[in-house]
């Protein structure tokens, strides 16, 4: 036997066993179940054989047959909650085998190469991972997916296609766009070889068992108004949650074993290329995170969702190596067949997976005329210019509202200006009193409802920043401008309340995870301002928005990326020195006093 032979068949041991100790935890808990309606059988059985006989057996029997009962019941309504719930499915975009018959193709024969069952089925996750997963609950009727995804995309299969045998072959849909074909098949090579452990009996038992308990876990959690079903739910939770806690490290090296088995049946699989293709894992990890928070974030806060993230993606790497020169050769790996050449129409998927890519990260979309898709080519006028006059306005809106004037009228009558914010900012530092305006727009902050339902807008909390800001005009205005937006987006987002049958993936938690960290009140204002400035370029000296990348929005004088203007506004906001900012508008051509357009 080969070292690898040797490997794979340890691994799997170790999986098995694992498995077994999952089921005894599972037997054991059937045994106490039925120990004591056992118990109160053998009792009346004896009673009724004449063995049994005398007054404290005759007790016995009425004490131990309610319990027996009662035990009886509470066993059978756990097992049928755990046999019963529904345990958690990832969102994917199910991919149809006549939408991608070369990706299926690719991985049977890989599963052949490995000796092991092929997927009955591929699935794409906007997201850059892959595994595979198990869809054969008896709970599960069809598979959740995004209905509005699955029209995109064209790859509405039949019934009995969304509802495949097992496993189902998720795969991220950067690494399509991003990999070679070979490259994606190195990486594939160790998730399609844990379809052999998966395959194994004792090993799916116990992975039913525990996703049932996990499933049981999320139903109890989420208890019913009547007071009776609370305490059911109650009662088997607790009990979901002491079976998953016997069997949680069990379970852990079980998979751990799985993934070891598979690991080692795949080392004769492109083990060479697999070493390029990780290297390529991490970089369309990075180059798939700066797209979401820099790119495709500015443009889910307004209602719109970029309808090609993964050909996006491409574009943010293919700037990221040009810049840094990542790798040799980088040219010629490009020049190789990329694995979205796999898929029959790429154009619909990526854009169904950039649909659920928004609704996971972001929470929507909503049902309305707001949201909508935009290409590429319209983002800087439909996203970019829309954002900064949007900010623009409300940064004057806040200055409105604080009352603070430059001159006779808290606005010029010739329309708002650049010259207002720079010179409010530019006074001189100290103790900034709080105006009645301020106290207004403080006062019609958010309710106590709805900081509860939304602690953190976008990451950014209610109250302000942890830590207090210095005073002067620009804290002041930053206070304020956080207030306004915090109970602008608060209010703007309804809450979604869950029901009883919903999917097992549930809308009102959406979104999973936030984007960025916390934005301080500073940076806030910081970007607002830079809004202001980009208005005045684009009204008064013919600039035009733009997009960059790697970092998003970005303002365009002459055809060229201005680079010099972040620590120009940042002197003015952090310093109250508007010097730098006055002489870089001076050279660009934009005139501060002039009325801009707002949003």
């Keep these: 036997m080969t070292g690898t032979a040797m490997g794979v068949e340890a691994g799997a041991q170790a999986a098995r066993s694992r498995a077994l100790a999952v089921l005894r935890v599972r037997s054991r808990a059937l045994a106490v179940g039925l120990l004591p309606a056992a118990l109160a059988v053998i009792l009346l059985a004896g009673g009724s054989t004449g063995h049994l006989v005398g007054s404290f057996w005759h007790a016995a029997r009425w004490a131990v047959?309610?319990?027996?009962?009662?035990?009886?019941?509470?066993?059978?309504?756990?097992?049928?909650?755990?046999?019963?719930?529904?345990?958690?499915?990832?969102?994917?975009?199910?991919?149809?085998?006549?939408?991608?018959?070369?990706?299926?193709?690719?991985?049977?024969?890989?599963?052949?190469?490995?000796?092991?069952?092929?997927?009955?089925?591929?699935?794409?996750?906007?997201?850059?991972?892959?595994?595979?997963?198990?869809?054969?609950?008896?709970?599960?009727?069809?598979?959740?997916?995004?209905?509005?995804?699955?029209?995109?995309?064209?790859?509405?299969?039949?019934?009995?296609?969304?509802?495949?045998?097992?496993?189902?072959?998720?795969?991220?849909?950067?690494?399509?766009?991003?990999?070679?074909?070979?490259?994606?098949?190195?990486?594939?090579?160790?998730?399609?070889?844990?379809?052999?452990?998966?395959?194994?009996?004792?090993?799916?038992?116990?992975?039913?068992?525990?996703?049932?308990?996990?499933?049981?876990?999320?139903?109890?959690?989420?208890s019913g108004r009547c007071p009776a079903s609370r305490v059911v739910c109650v009662g088997i939770g607790a009990v979901a949650r002491l079976l998953l806690r016997s069997c949680r490290e069990h379970a852990a090296l079980m998979e751990r074993g799985v993934a070891a088995a598979a690991a080692e049946r795949a080392q004769a699989v492109d083990y060479g290329l697999r070493i390029v293709a990780q290297e390529q894992v991490g970089l369309a990890y990075a180059g798939w995170d700066r797209l979401l928070t820099r790119v495709a974030l500015p443009a889910w806060r307004m209602g719109r969702w970029p309808s090609r993230l993964d050909a996006g993606v491409v574009a943010a790497l293919t700037e990221l190596s040009r810049r840094d020169r990542l790798a040799e050769g980088f040219a010629s790996r490009l020049g190789e067949r990329p694995a979205c050449d796999l898929l029959e129409e790429p154009g619909t998927v990526d854009e169904a997976a950039s649909l659920l890519a928004a609704r996971l990260f972001h929470g929507g979309p909503e049902a309305g005329p707001d949201w909508s898709p935009v290409d590429w080519q319209e983002y800087p006028d439909e996203v970019v210019d829309?954002?900064?006059?949007?900010?623009?306005?409300?940064?004057?809106?806040?200055?409105?509202?604080?009352?603070?004037?430059?001159?006779?009228?808290?606005?010029?009558?010739?329309?708002?200006?650049?010259?207002?914010?720079?010179?409010?900012?530019?006074?001189?530092?100290?103790?900034?009193?709080?105006?009645?305006?301020?106290?207004?727009?403080?006062?019609?902050?958010?309710?106590?409802?709805?900081?509860?339902?939304?602690?953190?807008?976008?990451?950014?909390?209610?109250?302000?920043?942890?830590?207090?800001?210095?005073?002067?005009?620009?804290?002041?205005?930053?206070?304020?401008?956080?207030?306004?937006?915090?109970?602008?987006?608060?209010?703007?987002?309804?809450?979604?309340?869950?029901?009883?049958?919903?999917?097992?993936?549930?809308?009102?938690?959406?979104?999973?995870?936030?984007?960025?960290?916390?934005?301080?009140?500073?940076?806030?204002?910081?970007?607002?301002?830079?809004?202001?400035?980009?208005?005045?370029?684009?009204?008064?000296?013919?600039?035009?928005?733009?997009?960059?990348?790697?970092?998003?929005?970005?303002?365009?004088?002459?055809?060229?990326?201005?680079?010099?203007l972040t620590p120009r506004v940042l002197s003015l906001v952090e310093d109250g020195d508007p010097a730098p900012l006055r002489a870089w508008l001076r050279e660009s051509g934009i005139r501060p006093e002039k009325p801009v357009r707002l949003g």
């Excluded at 399609?192 to 876990?217: C, E, K, N, Y």
Aim: aromatic fraction near 2%.
């Design 65 to 222: 047959t309610p319990v027996a009962v009662a035990v009886l019941l509470a066993a059978g309504a756990v097992a049928l909650v755990i046999a019963r719930a529904r345990p958690a499915v990832t969102p994917t975009v199910p991919i149809a085998e006549e939408s991608a018959p070369d990706l299926y193709r690719m991985v049977r024969d890989l599963a052949d190469r490995l000796d092991v069952p092929a997927p009955s089925a591929i699935a794409l996750t906007p997201d850059c991972d892959s595994w595979l997963e198990d869809r054969t609950h008896p709970a599960h009727g069809p598979p959740p997916a995004d209905d509005r995804a699955d029209e995109i995309a064209g790859v509405r299969a039949s019934h009995h296609r969304r509802t495949p045998a097992a496993p189902v072959l998720v795969i991220g849909s950067p690494f399509l766009w991003w990999m070679r074909v070979g490259e994606l098949r190195a990486v594939l090579a160790p998730v399609v070889a844990g379809t052999g452990p998966s395959a194994h009996p004792d090993i799916a038992a116990a992975r039913r068992f525990v996703r049932g308990l996990d499933a049981a876990v999320a139903v109890s959690s989420s």
């Design 386 to 564: 829309r954002k900064w006059r949007t900010d623009a306005a409300r940064l004057h809106r806040v200055l409105d509202t604080l009352g603070i004037t430059t001159g006779p009228a808290p606005t010029p009558p010739e329309g708002p200006n650049l010259a207002r914010v720079m010179d409010h900012l530019s006074t001189p530092h100290g103790p900034a009193a709080t105006t009645d305006g301020e106290e207004a727009l403080v006062s019609k902050g958010p309710t106590a409802t709805e900081v509860e339902r939304h602690p953190g807008v976008d990451g950014i909390e209610a109250e302000g920043d942890d830590e207090p800001e210095p005073d002067g005009p620009a804290a002041t205005l930053a206070a304020a401008l956080t207030t306004l937006l915090s109970r602008e987006e608060a209010t703007a987002a309804p809450v979604r309340p869950a029901t009883p049958d919903a999917v097992p993936w549930d809308d009102a938690t959406l979104p999973l995870f936030p984007l960025q960290p916390p934005r301080s009140a500073r940076e806030l204002l910081t970007e607002h301002v830079t809004a202001m400035v980009c208005c005045a370029a684009m009204d008064t000296a013919g600039a035009t928005p733009g997009l960059d990348w790697l970092d998003g929005p970005t303002l365009l004088l002459n055809g060229e990326r201005a680079t010099d």
